[in-house]
């Protein structure tokens, strides 16, 4: 009987260590196969990034929340892990922030344009780890990774000089010995949260101005893609800090909705910039609202090109297959809806089926790709949850509608047509690479469908009729905030005013007048005579 007894007992021991190396063996792995270790992706070090990466910088380094992972699109597969901020770290790193503006207002506009231009350079010096960075954790290829931190680096620029030219005028005043002045001051401290799409020119845009206009910036990332918000940070931190600055005046806090929430509802924050959904935006948007604050908001677009029967189609299909299929569909100037005249639909619906067949398909930091993964897997959900929808309200499957057979969030670029204008999904901003073709017959008719969607970010007509280019930029024509003729809907310059109206929320970053959302004016009057006149020429005497 004893004997029975000790060698059940031994089973069990031995059953149990069996089973305790098991359960270690995944964490050993996981550790061992993140990609960060891997030689070719050597590029992710060069960085400053580790295994284990600090997701709060507010001068200096921290990170006590939860530990997130950030996997790859094309495999995902883990590289490397950030640590994000608590509500504790939240606030200390406003408070700093606060602090440091004390200071940086103080500083002569000119004076924190060349600290702008030192940022600039260091982007240079990294712009293709930096940008293989985005490709590898965002998926989008490299050529557009890079292109990503070079509009930084071209913001950057921007706002060099535009630090030298910021400023009100002078108001010719209806009293004599009166001067009639605006004066243009900073909002303090200025909130950024930035989404996955473009998680490296988002932040520049609103940084560099923000900077130069006497704000301090505190930046949240998208959840999913941290390693890029750090690695952008530690560039930054290093200028700051080789300048004796305080590196809380570009501070980042890494985290999710908690962190979100507590910027949309701080006061401190004198102006919140989101970029993300419509619907998260409108939840932004009332809880800033709430409290008399400023906002900024990039939300989403349902673009359209219209090509008409006098269009030049060889513009129109390599811009509508770049416009469509860029980014994986995932920019929120992707074109969405092509209309097109009855009397081309056919022929630039071949041409362009046949051109979506010749795209190359392949890791996203191989050179000659063209067309990368989603996202996420939930968006490849998305993706085949608004083909389903699209067959079932009467469209009709042209090429495309697949999942691909391969690692990663890939699936088949796609175009649908034979949906009405007014479908419900073709009104629904899908963040995929689906492009509803729509058939048209009147100028009238094309214009209105283009308006009839509820965001209004950008849009653009083919066409070689003047008198049309005009009807299309006048009041009657597009009610979008980027309104282009014979170029795609994408691909916006950095020296005009970036946003849109109605659902997209209204907002305006990087060039232009964009500036005058970062400051707070102040009509001032000046009496430098001895007299007292009343304006409107009162009397009270």
């Not at 260590?17 to 196969?33: E, G």
């Not at 048209?440 to 209004?456: L, P």
């Amino acid at each position: 009987m004893m004997q029975r007894v000790l060698t059940l007992r031994l089973a069990r021991f031995c059953a149990l260590r069996t089973k305790l190396q098991l359960s270690v063996r995944p964490a050993t792995a996981n550790m061992s196969t993140l990609l960060i270790n891997q030689p070719q992706y050597s590029f992710l070090k060069e960085l400053g990034l580790h295994e284990d990466n600090d997701g709060v910088y507010n001068g200096s380094w921290g990170g006590q929340g939860e530990v997130v992972t950030s996997y790859c699109p094309a495999n995902n597969e883990p590289i490397a892990r950030v640590r994000q901020a608590t509500m504790a770290e939240y606030e200390e790193t406003v408070r700093k922030a606060q602090d440091a503006w004390k200071m940086w207002a103080d500083v002569p506009a000119p004076k924190r344009g060349e600290i702008v231009r030192q940022i600039g350079d260091a982007l240079r010096g990294k712009i293709k780890a930096l940008g293989s960075l985005v490709s590898l954790e965002m998926g989008k290829i490299y050529v557009e990774g890079v292109g990503e931190v070079q509009e930084y680096v071209d913001v950057c620029d921007y706002a060099v000089g535009l630090s030298r030219m910021i400023g009100g005028p002078i108001l010719p005043s209806e009293r004599p010995g009166h001067a009639l002045i605006e004066q243009w001051n900073p909002v303090g401290l200025v909130g950024i949260i930035t989404a996955f799409n473009f998680p490296v020119a988002v932040y520049g845009w609103n940084n560099a101005i923000a900077l130069i206009c006497g704000n301090t910036c505190l930046w949240k990332g998208a959840p999913t893609t941290p390693l890029t918000s750090v690695a952008v940070t530690k560039i930054v931190a290093e200028v700051l800090e080789r300048n004796h600055l305080p590196g809380a005046i570009c501070s980042m806090t890494c985290g999710g909705a908690d962190i979100g929430t507590a910027m949309a509802k701080d006061e401190r924050v004198g102006l919140l910039s989101f970029t993300g959904s419509t619907h998260v935006g409108k939840q932004v948007a009332m809880m800033v609202q709430e409290r008399f604050g400023r906002q900024l908001l990039e939300l989403g677009g349902n673009n359209a090109i219209i090509v008409f029967e006098d269009a030049d189609l060889s513009l129109v299909v390599p811009s509508a297959v770049f416009a469509s299929v860029g980014t994986a569909g995932q920019r929120c100037t992707t074109t969405r809806r092509l209309m097109l005249h009855e009397s081309v639909h056919d022929e630039v619906v071949q041409r362009i089926a046949k051109a979506y067949k010749q795209i190359r398909i392949g890791d996203p930091w191989d050179p000659s790709t063209l067309y990368g993964p989603l996202h996420t897997k939930q968006a490849v959900q998305q993706y085949l949850t608004a083909i389903e929808q699209a067959k079932q309200q009467g469209g009709t499957l042209v090429c495309g509608g697949k999942i691909m057979d391969r690692p990663g969030n890939y699936v088949e670029p796609t175009i649908i047509t034979g949906l009405p204008h007014d479908a419900p999904i073709v009104h629904t901003e899908t963040f995929v690479p689906i492009l509803y073709v729509l058939k048209f017959k009147t100028e009238d008719e094309a214009f209105a469908w283009n308006n009839e969607v509820k965001q209004g970010l950008s849009s653009s007509i083919f066409t070689k009729d003047m008198g049309r280019v005009f009807r299309w930029l006048g009041p009657k024509g597009s009610d979008c905030g980027i309104v282009n003729v014979n170029i795609p809907t994408s691909g916006a310059e950095i020296g005009g005013a970036f946003g849109g109206e109605k659902h997209t929320g209204g907002g305006r970053e990087s060039g232009s007048d964009s500036w005058k959302q970062y400051m707070r004016r102040s009509t001032c009057t000046i009496n430098y005579s001895k007299d007292l006149p009343l304006a409107q020429g009162i009397k009270f005497e």
